[in-house]
């Protein structure tokens, strides 16, 4: 496609369920990256892909959060038993191999926990 | 641990002013400063990419600096329009992009 592709753009979810958000990076795009941004605050860094290899998982901010990246395209960041807190807009970026390239970031997807 | 500022938080200017948004980083081990404007409810659009090895970037209205050494870069917006009204973020990139918290723009017509 033509940019980073994000769905749901909106979801809304009852505390203690899954959700699972998904990103379509960039064909060609070897780097993915994960980022949650919460009303009125700045952007958190949650996970970082190269290929299918998540070098980086530091982010994630607890053990209910994981993500898995398939193929080296598709990646899937999985929400388990909700809380509201987790209520925020997850951004997903891409970029092709090498760390000087330029990221392109999805539109996100609106989570809202109720 | 990289930390991201970017001042001011918030501005106001009339149409056509020009215009200077400041970022600045603490640690200079950094591949590249990427500048973004966030519409209201939406994604980040990249405006501009510097390299570590380069000292600026133009794109249209659009410039952006890189002082690497002191840990600063600048985005100059010329002749300022309403259409730029939106929030402005630098990130610099190590191999996760730190993120400032943002300049807020309204242009006012």
């Known amino acids: 496609g033509a940019g980073v592709s994000q769905s749901p753009s909106n979801k809304v979810t009852e505390k203690g369920k899954d959700v699972e958000l998904r990103c379509d990076p960039i064909?060609?795009?070897?780097?993915l990256y994960w980022y949650r941004q919460s009303l009125g605050q700045g952007l958190e860094f949650l996970i970082y892909?190269?290929?299918?290899?998540?070098?980086?998982k530091s982010g994630l901010p607890s053990d209910r959060f994981s993500a898995e990246r398939t193929g080296g395209s598709v990646s899937t960041l999985t929400i388990q038993r909700t809380q509201q807190e987790d209520s925020a807009v997850y951004l997903c970026?891409?970029?092709?191999?090498?760390?000087?390239?330029?990221?392109?970031f999805g539109q996100g997807t609106r989570l809202t926990v109720v | 641990k990289q930390e991201v500022t970017q001042i001011p938080a918030a501005l106001s200017v009339p149409e056509g002013e020009n215009l200077v948004l400041n970022c600045s980083f603490t640690?200079?081990?950094?591949?590249?400063l990427q500048w973004f404007r966030q519409d209201p409810g939406k994604g980040l659009t990249s405006l501009l990419l510097?390299?570590?090895?380069?000292r600026e970037q133009t794109s249209g209205r659009l410039n952006a600096s890189l002082d690497k050494s002191s840990g600063r870069s600048t985005l100059y917006i010329a002749a300022s329009q309403p259409g730029d009204s939106a929030t402005y973020l630098c990130?610099?990139?190590?191999?996760?992009?730190?993120f400032g918290t943002g300049t807020s723009l309204t242009v006012i017509p």
């Open positions: 970026a891409s970029s092709s191999q090498g760390a000087g390239t330029e990221a392109f």
């Open positions: 640690d200079s081990a950094i591949y590249n």
């Open positions: 510097i390299q570590s090895s380069q």
């Open positions: 064909s060609g795009h070897t780097a």
């Open positions: 990130a610099v990139r190590m191999y996760q992009f730190y």
């Open positions: 892909f190269q290929g299918n290899s998540a070098p980086d």
